[in-house]
């Protein structure tokens, strides 16, 4: 059986990737994320691969598209500020259809901010965040555990739609050890990349990798292809946790290391009698509405707990349609709820709901 | 019958869309002859700029990757990390290389990439339709400088082959134009040894080339090209401003490491270089850069 170790969260990030096969990483230094590039800068030269501390965000990122579109697994890794730099590459790595792995270990907003966790970045991850329509597909791991898993899928689905998947963490995540176990490497599923660019050989066409098309008929088809795909992933990719959810008399919809906080909630909120079912999006784009829908079915009411000012929350209505009283907690700058508020909340939602 | 002139295999057969009298074509074509007479065509890969040539990959017959606006080196540089083996080079225009992608351009430079820039300087924002660029000339009227660049509200030109030989990895610097049949040989002869030096390995290298854009400078094609002679030249002369070719020959053949930057030698002759290339940039002409080259190769 594969080895139990203890290690942080960000390590197992960089470990995850090298194992999925990535040997290029681009990255620009960041607190809270920083261990990941420290790790590459260590590794990769030892295995053959290649660490590159870029100028700048945005450097590091088309770093990744030309890895990306020369076919290789490659990946940047940055926090809150520097995503937003990574922006203008993430479109045009949508639309050129180029597939790499993007983690965000967030810290708080807006403006520089501050290290410490949050969750506040969730729009700005999938609804897009640079301009034009698309997606990532962005995975929020709640453990090192799942950071590891989670590090490896996200290779996996970006090479097999040829889309960019974000691994959505936050500082809290990064920097807590735990134990991990890595599988074994037939979690690898590695595809053909015959769109890639890697030198003609003069014995085939050129390839090219573009998002410019200027004939509105032809940019119209290269957008209906990537609405497909969105749906393709939509149905089989998406993925939740649902815990204590049937008979519940409320559900709270929380990702990410909040739920963590949850799961005692769900403890401490038994003991006053009051049962409190869990719903945790592990993919946030795709969005399990139909879960939630599923699951809530015969709750009272929801409630959204972020470490932001209330974000996911918009999705949970979304989801919901009206069909159930949706309420939201959240703190900002780097607090968290504690039980007990939430545990406050709860009782005070439900003494309103009967 | 005897063919007297055929189109580079390297460019395929779509018609051009340049304007009349640009010479982006003429450039395109130099950069495939240079592929085809060193057998590199299948061994290439291009990243297109953001500019008028952003789709030159409907011309090139190598493989293509399009760039956001000025990240081309950057994208190079990934393409390259992942094939050391192939040839990887940037076509950029100076609003792409010079104003918003001079980060990029800078860092590749710097690192050593061992990759290859042609870099065609037009002095202006060809495809946005005449908008001043960091390298418009003093006087030169612009959709944004309408009554002519003034260095109290714009400032100056910006001398980018002057400026990257004050870093120590390039291992050649030049620059040509494309206004003259004696031009454009040199300009091709110095493409041909740019793809040579990377082909070997050996570095980080560009060809700035001077370039016209007759409709946004409102003149005809050969107006065009007396006014890069006339003006352009003035301010950025021709001529080699870093050629380290042998000194980077002689420490890869040392097994010294990765390009000219990082052997002693290089370092060695580091000082001097960079005391030439100031020489060069201060409009003394790229021969004193030449000649401090020689002394140091000497
Ligand atoms: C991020 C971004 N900013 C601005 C533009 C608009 N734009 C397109 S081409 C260009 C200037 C190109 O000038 P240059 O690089 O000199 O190329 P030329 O057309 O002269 O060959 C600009 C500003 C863009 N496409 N992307
Ligand atoms: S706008 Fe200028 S640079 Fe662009 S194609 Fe026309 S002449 Fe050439
Ligand atoms: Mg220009």
């Known amino acids: 059986m594969a080895e139990r170790l203890l290690m942080k969260g960000n390590e197992?990030?960089?470990?995850?990737?090298?194992?999925?096969?990535?040997?290029?990483?681009?990255?620009?230094?960041?607190?809270?994320?920083?261990?990941?590039?420290?790790?590459?800068?260590?590794?990769?030269?030892?295995?053959?691969?290649?660490f590159i501390q870029a100028?700048?965000?945005?450097?590091?990122?088309?770093?990744v598209y030309g890895a990306a579109g020369a076919g290789a697994r490659a990946m940047t890794s940055s926090s809150s500020p520097g995503i937003s730099l990574k922006q203008e590459g993430l479109?045009?790595?949508?639309?050129?259809?180029?597939?790499?792995?993007?983690?965000?270990?967030?810290?708080?907003?807006?403006?520089?901010?501050?290290?410490?966790?949050?969750?506040?970045?969730?729009?700005?991850?999938?609804?897009?965040?640079?301009?034009?329509?698309?997606?990532?597909?962005?995975?929020?791991p709640n453990s090192v555990q799942e950071l590891y898993e989670l590090t490896v899928e996200a290779f996996n689905i970006a090479d097999r739609y040829r889309v960019v998947a974000m691994i959505l963490g936050d500082g809290m995540?990064?920097?807590?050890?735990?134990?991990?176990?890595?599988?074994?490497?037939?979690?690898?599923?590695?595809?053909?990349?015959?769109?890639?660019?890697?030198?003609?050989?003069?014995?085939r066409p050129h390839n090219v990798i573009t998002s410019i098309d200027t004939v509105p008929e032809r940019l119209e088809a290269v957008n209906n292809r990537l609405q497909a795909r969105y749906r393709d992933i939509a149905a089989n990719e998406t993925r939740v946790e649902a815990i204590n959810c049937e008979g519940a008399d409320i559900i709270i919809t929380a990702f990410g290391t909040v739920s963590r906080i949850i799961k005692n909630v769900i403890a401490d909120a038994e003991k006053e009698g009051v049962r409190v079912g869990l719903i945790r999006?592990?993919?946030?784009?795709?969005?399990?509405?139909?879960?939630?829908?599923?699951?809530?079915?015969?709750?009272?009411?929801?409630?959204?707990?972020?470490?932001?000012?209330?974000?996911?929350?918009?999705?949970?209505?979304?989801?919901?349609?009206?069909?159930?009283?949706?309420?939201?907690?959240?703190?900002?700058?780097?607090?968290?709820?504690?039980?007990?508020?939430?545990?406050?909340?709860?009782?005070?939602?439900?003494?309103?709901?009967? | 019958m005897k063919t007297v002139f055929k189109k580079p295999h390297a460019l395929t057969d779509t018609p051009f869309h340049y304007c009349p009298g640009c010479t982006h074509g003429i450039i395109h074509r130099l950069v495939a002859e240079a592929l085809d007479e060193l057998g590199l065509e299948g061994d290439a890969i291009g990243v297109a700029p953001v500019g008028c040539a952003y789709n030159n990959y409907e011309y090139f017959n190598c493989d293509v990757q399009q760039a956001a606006h000025g990240r081309a080196p950057a994208v190079a540089t990934g393409i390259k990390r992942v094939h050391p083996?192939?040839?990887?080079?940037?076509?950029?225009?100076?609003?792409?290389?010079?104003?918003?992608?001079?980060?990029?351009?800078?860092?590749?430079?710097?690192?050593?990439?061992?990759?290859?820039?042609?870099?065609?300087?037009?002095?202006?924002?060809?495809?946005?339709s005449g908008q001043m660029a960091p390298t418009t000339l003093l006087g030169q009227v612009t959709s944004t400088s309408p009554t002519g660049r003034k260095p109290e509200l714009h400032g100056y030109p910006i001398n980018i082959c002057e400026m990257l030989a004050t870093l120590d990895a390039p291992v050649y610097i030049e620059r040509v134009a494309s206004n003259s049949v004696k031009n454009i040989n040199s300009a091709k002869r110095a493409i041909k040894k740019a793809f040579e030096i990377q082909r070997a390995g050996l570095g980080y290298t560009i060809v700035e080339v001077l370039s016209t854009c007759p409709t946004n400078w409102g003149m005809s094609p050969i107006e065009s090209m007396k006014w890069l002679e006339e003006n352009m030249i003035k301010r950025y002369p021709l001529g080699v401003f870093r050629d380290r070719t042998a000194e980077a020959k002689a420490s890869a053949a040392a097994g010294a490491g990765v390009g000219a930057g990082n052997g002693a030698?290089?370092?060695?002759?580091?000082a001097g270089g960079a005391s030439a290339a100031a020489v060069a940039g201060n409009g003394a002409g790229a021969e004193a850069a030449r000649a401090g080259q020689e002394a140091r190769n000497g």
């Not at chain 1, 100028?55 to 770093?63: D, K, L, T």
């Not at chain 1, 949050?118 to 995975?139: N, P, S």
């Not at chain 2, 950029?92 to 290859?116: K, P």
């Open chain 1, 281 to 354: 999006p592990i993919t946030l784009w795709p969005f399990p509405s139909q879960a939630i829908r599923d699951y809530s079915a015969g709750a009272k009411a929801v409630l959204s707990v972020e470490l932001n000012a209330g974000q996911m929350v918009e999705d949970v209505m979304i989801a919901l349609a009206g069909a159930k009283p949706v309420y939201f907690l959240g703190r900002t700058g780097g607090m968290a709820p504690t039980q007990l508020e939430i545990v406050g909340k709860i009782k005070d939602i439900l003494g309103r709901a009967s």
């Open chain 1, 91 to 140: 479109s045009y790595m949508a639309c050129a259809e180029l597939p790499a792995v993007i983690v965000n270990i967030m810290r708080c907003g807006p403006g520089l901010g501050g290290i410490m966790a949050a969750q506040a970045d969730y729009f700005q991850a999938v609804k897009g965040g640079g301009h034009g329509d698309y997606h990532l597909v962005v995975l929020a």
């Open chain 1, 173 to 203: 995540l990064g920097q807590m050890m735990e134990a991990v176990q890595f599988k074994d490497s037939e979690d690898i599923r590695k595809c053909d990349k015959g769109w890639a660019t890697t030198g003609t050989g003069l014995e």
């Open chain 2, 85 to 128: 083996g192939k040839i990887v080079f940037t076509y950029q225009g100076d609003g792409d290389l010079a104003a918003i992608g001079t980060a990029e351009i800078v860092h590749a430079a710097a690192r050593g990439e061992r990759i290859t820039t042609v870099f065609v300087n037009n002095a202006i924002y060809g495809m946005t």
């Open chain 1, 12 to 50: 197992v990030i960089a470990e995850a990737a090298i194992r999925a096969g990535c040997r290029h990483y681009f990255g620009y230094p960041i607190t809270p994320q920083t261990e990941i590039a420290h790790y590459m800068a260590k590794k990769m030269p030892e295995i053959g691969g290649t």
């Open chain 2, 265 to 270: 030698g290089a370092e060695a002759g580091a």
């Open chain 1, 55 to 63: 100028e700048s965000e945005v450097a590091a990122i088309n770093m």
